[in-house]
């Protein structure tokens, strides 16, 4: 209502009186016949809000805001310095008007499609990959499923009965049907496009058929492949004594520490119970798993990732970030008084068996001088833009081939070689170091690595625990699994899903200049400029 009174007023400026009486005058006649048309007992304010019950009036400003499709690294460190309440808004609201979000036939917003940055991730809707369309399949049958879950109702399914029949009745067929379309020649983690399936259809009788078929099998993969039908979007407890929200770290990390440059920090028991579940509930159940590793694009050795930018945005998980900052004071020795802002954050699932082993500490076959790093291609080039990179274990490691029920799982050794885990290589690239200058990370190894004698230390893989360091150090996995570990063809001893992956989360924190300097193929960093912001 008060709104509306605005409105009224800017007609009275406008109109232009002669005199100040007729003004007067003017305006009075205009307030009484606004009083009598207003409806009783705040009829108005009802009204107003029942106009669009999913939409504040925050969106309802921001609907008026020219924003760009997804936010760059730019925007985030922006919105991060706004507060939490802030950052969780502008994410939630462009996520759920972009592409991902599933709309009716006659709807004409699309979203604006898939941005070139998330194409060149391998987060499109016309190509995928056979590892991912079995990651989509087994959480689609384990949401629609009629368990509780994890089977203790510490992680409940957050699906409701509709869902749950869409679950089983659409999802679950339209995606064997797409592992099916699959050739059995195309390699489990190569791109594949859902058109190929057009070079199926046959000359003659029957071609018609087959046409028809071939569209349904494009418009039932367009429903639901890579769109967000099931974001949990979780927001973290509240105390009902003080009003707060609940601490997501357990009161042990809760240490000031000013980050060295070159210091690997290990924490184990990192997360409370009760926010290690909601963490998990997250990764297992948000449909939000739109990347696909491909091992001829981005020579991935992971089966699927979320990021932030794109869907991996619930509250909860933002409040982790300002919690892991203020907790652990992470700090710069810098004269800069700045403070570390969010610059990324993204999640990788990894399943058995499906990437070559790792191996960085056992020597070159052939020779006994240095150690070996064995696949350059899956070596993780740091972000030169960052400072602080936070990993975190949010799944327990996969069985090995060895007995481990005698070791402690708390051990961080370098030695530990029957444990995965991560490689963290103490070589720093030089200051000049440009990544679009190299060829093959081939040549970051003999250049920089191998003089310093693949010098590492490596973190075994253990349930809730963070490994803090230095984000632009060159790191990779340990990946020790053995095949004779689990046995495929014997369902009893295959884990099922969400057991079968290993999840692992990743937050990137630098200083708000770095963000802001830095060119991505977005160029979305241009909002910040308007003043309404």
């Known amino acids: 209502c008060l709104s509306e009174l605005a409105g009224y007023f800017q007609i009275i400026i406008i109109i232009k009186m002669r005199t100040t009486r007729t003004r007067c005058w003017f305006l009075m006649l205009l307030l009484v016949g606004l009083l009598l048309s207003l409806p009783p007992g705040g009829d108005c304010i009802q009204q107003q809000q029942h106009e669009d019950n999913s939409m504040d009036e925050d969106d309802a400003f921001l609907l008026d805001m020219d924003l760009p499709t997804m936010l760059d690294r730019a925007d985030i460190a922006y919105f991060y310095q706004q507060g939490l309440d802030e950052l969780a808004d502008i994410m939630q609201f462009i996520f759920e008007r972009s592409s991902r979000i599933p709309r009716d036939d006659d709807d004409d917003d699309d979203g604006g499609g898939v941005p070139d940055r998330l194409l060149a991730r391998g987060s499109g809707f016309a190509f995928t990959t056979r590892t991912k369309l079995l990651h989509d399949l ?54 594949h496009f859902f058109s190929a399936a057009a070079a199926e259809i046959q000359e003659g009788e029957g071609k018609e058929e087959q046409q028809q078929q071939y569209l349904q099998f494009l418009q039932n993969i367009d429903l639901i492949y890579n769109k967000a039908w099931r974001p949990t979007f979780l927001e973290g407890d509240v105390d009902e004594i003080t009003g707060e929200l609940k601490p997501l770290l357990t009161s042990g990390t809760h240490q000031p520490r000013t980050y060295t440059p070159g210091e690997i920090l290990v924490l184990d028991n990192f997360l409370t119970d009760t926010a290690l579940k909601q963490m998990q509930q997250i990764m297992t159940q948000s449909t939000v798993w739109f990347e696909a590793s491909m091992e001829s694009i981005n020579g991935g050795d992971y089966v699927t990732a979320a990021s932030l930018d794109d869907g991996l945005s619930d509250k909860i998980l933002l409040q982790l970030v300002y919690e892991i900052e203020s907790a652990l004071q992470l700090s710069l020795p810098t004269d800069d008084d700045d403070d570390l802002v969010l610059h990324d954050l993204w999640a990788r699932k990894y399943k058995d068996g499906f990437a070559p082993k790792i191996a960085a ?26 400072d602080i990179r936070v990993h975190l274990w949010l799944s327990s490691p996969p069985p090995t081939a060895q007995n481990d029920e005698d070791k402690s799982d ?102 708000p200049q770095a963000a802001l300097s830095e060119e991505e193929g977005g160029g979305m960093g241009d909002i910040l400029q308007r003043d309404e912001l």
Not at 141 to 155: I, K, N, Q, V
């Open 138 to 191: 087994e959480q689609a049958m384990y949401l629609g499923s009629s368990g509780d879950g994890d089977g203790d109702g510490s992680m409940p399914l957050l699906v409701d009965e509709t869902e749950r029949a869409f679950l089983e009745q659409i999802a679950v067929p339209i995606y064997t049907a797409a592992i099916e379309s699959i050739p059995e020649s195309t390699p489990d983690n190569e791109i």
């Open 361 to 386: 500490d056992v020597p070159v076959e052939g020779s006994n001088e240095e150690p070996a790093f064995q696949h350059v291609k899956y070596l993780n080039p740091g972000d030169l833009n960052s």
């Open 410 to 511: 708390d051990s961080a050794s370098s030695n530990d070689d029957d444990k995965n885990g991560l490689i963290i290589f103490h070589a720093q690239p030089p200051a000049d170091f440009d990544f679009t200058s190299i060829s093959s990370m081939d040549q970051v190894v003999e250049t920089i690595l191998r003089p310093s004698g693949f010098a590492n230390t490596t973190v075994a893989h253990v349930l809730n625990r963070a490994v803090i360091f230095d984000a632009k150090l060159f790191h990779t996995r340990h990946d020790t699994s053995t095949s004779a570990a689990v046995n495929d063809d014997d369902d009893e001893t295959r884990p099922s899903y969400p057991d079968s992956y290993r999840t692992e989360l990743t937050i990137l924190y630098g200083p």
